[in-house]
């Protein structure tokens, strides 16, 4: 018989106590339980700013089976970029003709997506441009838009779910000229600190174990240890001033409510695609699969505090901060950050309506079908303002992803007024919980193609897999 949660629970457990980790080991509420404090200082992933190769901005990245230690003394097996787990930071820069060089050195196929990346299809890294064991492709264009957080991911049929699972995820850090004059933190782990949130459950050996039941690719498949950037019970110290933190939510399919512990107040600066147009003041944050949050959190006056940054959902622990080092270079965030286009309502010249479902566990849809990579299921007129009107019909939570570009949220179930001031960013992921309607405009803009579609789906990865995508092209 399979094992279910507890018995992983407990596996993990006793693998705690059997490292010498000690410390009681039951603590399965809070990651401070079991593992040695000390030693698990938060990973900074690697910051790539591009090798110059006759004016284009070079990045060589090896795709590799390797081993991480997420647990004292053992060697998990894992999926990577570059490194151990996860992959590097890339930083582009507005205008920046690039070329993105992945190699697949595993022993099966795979495919790198920018998700958030304003791209022409066939440098979307998705379903359509499989990497073959042993080969390279590069995906080659010009950055053209606006400052971000965004990342990278595999988008292989019935894939990605595993592959992501496995390690394959890293940042991609858009900046442009007007983000680089405010004050704001912006020193690449230092003040300004990646976080890349995951769950995962682990086998008694210590193994990342990848084997969703058909109950689990029907609720997503939520491990029961939670990880920042490869670390468990991560730790980072940081100093008594504003500090930022670009966030993704890197799980397979766990909706995470995120505050720390003593229920501060920060300011959300931006969402998945650009800026607010002003700090958002907010003391949780709710972010499924895939959304972006940059947050920034003042400090000043917590010299030799230790905040918990949780998820307040399940109250587990993503990272220890530890204010041990004082400083005078302090910023102040500005209260104007940037100012959007936003499309409204009444410049759309269609609807276009889509519906979240499933035919059984195993089985998702959308607008009735399961993803089809022969079938183009929307055709967008180039610059034309649509609506998108997502219907999640099911009583249980999903979200929903569109390549190429982003989208405002006009209305969440009928209202204007539902739409979370936090929310008012650019998006590219919408979250969905059970019986929820989204209004979102949405434009194409810049490249075409009749044959090469992009993507749209729900983006818990493990519904991803099991059919609820669909494919649009750009005409
Ligand atoms: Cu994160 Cu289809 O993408
Ligand atoms: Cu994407
Ligand atoms: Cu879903």
Same mark, same amino acid.
């Given at each position: 018989m399979k094992r279910r949660n507890f018995l992983k629970l407990s596996t993990v457990t006793s693998l705690w106590l059997l490292t010498g980790c000690g410390g009681g080991g039951t603590n399965s509420s809070g990651v401070d339980g079991g593992?040695?404090?000390?030693?698990?200082? /938060?990973?900074? #992933?690697?910051?790539?700013t591009g090798t110059d190769v006759n004016g284009v901005k070079n990045y060589d990245l090896t795709i590799q089976k390797a081993t991480h230690t997420f647990f004292t003394g053992l060697s998990t097996n894992t999926y990577a970029v570059n490194g151990t787990y996860l992959a590097p930071t890339l930083k582009l820069t507005n205008g920046d003709e690039v070329s993105i060089n992945y190699t697949n050195k595993l022993d099966e196929t795979t495919t790198m997506h920018g998700h958030g990346m304003h791209v022409p299809a066939d440098m979307d890294g998705a379903a359509h441009q499989p990497i073959e064991s042993g080969a390279t492709?590069?995906?080659?264009?010009?950055?053209?838009? !606006?400052?971000?957080?965004?990342?990278?991911?595999?988008? /292989?049929? &019935?894939?990605?779910?595993?592959?992501?699972?496995? &390690?394959?995820? &890293?940042? *991609?850090?858009?900046?442009d000229d007007e983000i680089n004059a405010l004050d704001l933190p912006k020193e690449y782990g230092v003040d300004d600190i990646p976080l890349i949130l995951q769950d995962r459950f682990f086998d008694s050996n210590g193994q990342i174990d990848y084997s969703p039941s058909r109950r689990e690719i029907m609720m997503?498949?939520?491990g029961d240890v939670f990880i920042t950037n490869g670390v468990i019970n991560a730790f980072i110290d940081v100093a008594n001033k504003e500090v930022r933190f670009r966030i993704l939510n890197g799980s397979n399919s766990t909706v995470y409510d995120l505050a720390f512990d003593? &229920? !501060? %107040?920060?300011?959300? *600066?931006? %969402?998945?695609?650009? /800026?607010?147009?002003?700090?958002?003041?907010?003391t949780h944050i709710r972010l499924s699969p895939a959304e972006r949050a940059e947050i920034v959190v003042d400090f000043s006056s917590d010299l030799n505090k230790t905040i918990l940054f949780k998820d307040v959902a399940q109250n587990k622990n993503f990272l220890k901060v530890k204010v041990t080092k004082e400083t005078i270079n %302090?910023? +102040? %965030?500005?209260? @104007? /950050? +940037? @100012?959007?286009?936003r499309h409204t309502l009444d410049q759309a010249v269609r609807t276009r309506t889509f519906s979240l479902s499933a035919?059984?566990?195993?089985?998702? !849809? *959308?607008?009735?079908?399961?993803?089809?990579?022969?079938?183009i299921n929307e055709r967008v #007129?180039?610059?034309?303002?649509?609506?998108w009107e997502v219907t999640n019909t099911m009583g249980m939570n999903h979200n929903f992803h569109i390549h190429d570009s982003h989208f405002i949220i006009a209305k969440r179930n009928g209202s204007e007024a539902n739409v979370l001031e936090n929310e008012k960013g650019y998006k590219d992921t919408v979250f969905l919980s059970g019986?929820? +309607?989204?209004?979102?405009i949405v434009k194409m803009t810049d490249f075409t193609s009749s044959t090469k579609p992009y993507m749209y789906h729900c983006h818990f990865l493990e519904h991803e897999d099991a059919g609820m995508m669909g494919q649009f092209t750009v005409e």
């Open positions: 593992l040695a404090n000390s030693t698990n200082k /938060l990973t900074i #992933p690697p910051l790539l492709w590069s995906a080659k264009y010009t950055v053209n838009q !606006r400052a971000c957080t965004n990342w990278y991911h595999p988008h /292989l049929m &019935g894939k990605t779910a595993e592959h992501v699972y496995k &390690g394959l995820a &890293g940042l *991609i850090i858009v900046e997503g498949y939520h003593d &229920g !501060r %107040t920060f300011k959300q *600066i931006g %969402t998945d695609n650009s /800026l607010l147009e002003s700090p958002v003041p907010i %302090t910023t +102040t %965030t500005p209260n @104007t /950050l +940037t @100012t959007l286009n035919s059984g566990p195993g089985d998702f !849809r *959308i607008n009735g079908v399961s993803m089809n990579m022969s079938v #007129p180039l610059n034309d303002v649509e609506i019986n929820d +309607t989204v209004t979102l």
